[in-house]
């Protein structure tokens, strides 16, 4: 299992390289083709947001299916260990919703960008008329 977090993990901070590049000022050439191969790469990333779901039921069914450990009856490594895998799971489900959220937002991203140029175009072209 831990194998699939790593993953998310590194997906989730390569989605947030590209954020920051796709947000930074640069020159129009650059920022275009920056922005047509990140589009095109978007399309086969969309595996992430069944991939976050799936995790996040499973962060959600271990929840349910947890033990709890409070009262006398636990010993205090027991008690710590439960902590551990409640903090645990609250970060994996932290990781899992900023995957979606950080594609769509790059999804967006590029799609305002494409849009902004398509109406750059109709303008140029009434300009020229």
């Not at 790469?41 to 039921?57: G, K, R, S, T």
């Not at 959600?60 to 799971?89: F, M, P, Q």
């Amino acid at each position: 299992m831990a194998l699939q977090w790593v993953i998310l993990t590194y997906v989730v901070a390569a989605e947030a390289l590209v954020a920051v590049i796709l947000t930074l000022p640069s020159p129009k050439a650059i920022k275009s083709r920056i922005v047509s191969l990140i589009a095109l790469i978007l399309q086969p990333l969309l595996f992430i947001i069944p991939f976050a779901a799936f995790q996040l039921l499973d962060i959600y069914w271990k929840n349910e299916h947890r033990l709890v450990c409070t009262g006398a009856v636990c010993t205090a490594a027991e008690r710590d260990r439960y902590e551990k895998s409640i903090y645990k799971a609250q970060r994996n489900a932290v990781l899992c919703v900023g995957a979606c959220l950080l594609y769509w937002c790059i999804f967006r991203i590029c799609k305002y960008y494409s849009e902004i140029q398509s109406m750059e175009e109709v303008e140029k072209r009434y300009k020229d008329q």
